[in-house]
Nanobody, 120 residues
């Protein structure tokens, strides 16, 4: 089991910045990929940024150039730096981890989420 606790959300004006954090605990050694997803009201949850244990990073097209994902393995913490925030970035942001495949099974965990609201 992996437990995830996000923090850093809040209300920010358009054009502003935020840094989200996600503290992971539990079966840390099983983690293969960490990422951030978000879910706006009435929308499906989407994964916007991922980083592997080897440091390979991917972003959704909608956030490229404005979102930066990073991880501190010593602190078991994942970060998401968001700049040039837009009202359409308003959503609940969730931390996600996927374990390495074991006997054909990869397990995905989600945190409880942190609200980001961008005012215009």
């Amino acid at each position: 089991q992996v437990q995830l606790v996000e923090s850093g959300g809040g209300l920010v004006q358009s054009g502003g910045s935020l840094r989200l954090s996600c503290a992971a605990s539990g079966s840390i050694s099983s983690i293969d990929v960490m990422g951030w997803g978000r879910q706006a009201p009435g929308e499906q949850r989407e994964l916007v940024a991922t980083i592997t244990t080897s440091g390979s990073i991917n972003y959704a097209d909608s956030v490229k150039g404005r979102f930066t994902i990073s991880r501190d393995n010593a602190k078991n913490t994942l970060y998401l730096q968001i700049t040039s925030l837009k009202p359409e970035d308003t959503a609940v942001y969730y931390c996600n981890v996927k374990t390495a495949v074991v006997r054909g099974v990869r397990t995905s965990y989600w945190g409880q989420g942190t609200q980001v609201t961008v005012s215009s």
